[in-house]
């Protein structure tokens, strides 16, 4: 099973990623610009798994790139569990 077919894996996933991230002194802005282009490549690459993915593609698909950075950013928000 990929880690994208179960939303909560997902989180956990990306979760355990910022972590390493902000342990590695990643700056807020980097990691933001890292999560936009996740989700771009998730937009472009990767078929959505299950409703919650399906949910975010489609709002990716009609935000604009300011729109689509501020999901980028609550998706970092949702994830990071401090």
Request: charged share 30%.
């Amino acid at each position: 099973m990929s880690v994208v077919d179960n939303w909560d894996h997902w989180k956990e996933f990306l979760n355990v990623r910022l972590d390493q991230a902000q342990d590695k002194g990643l700056s807020e802005g980097v990691i933001s610009d890292v999560a936009y282009q996740v989700g771009e490549y998730l937009a472009s690459q990767v078929e959505p798994k299950n409703e919650q993915e399906r949910v975010l593609a489609e709002l990716w698909q009609v935000a604009d790139e300011e729109e689509q950075h501020a999901i980028a950013n609550m998706m970092v928000k949702l994830v990071d569990h401090k």
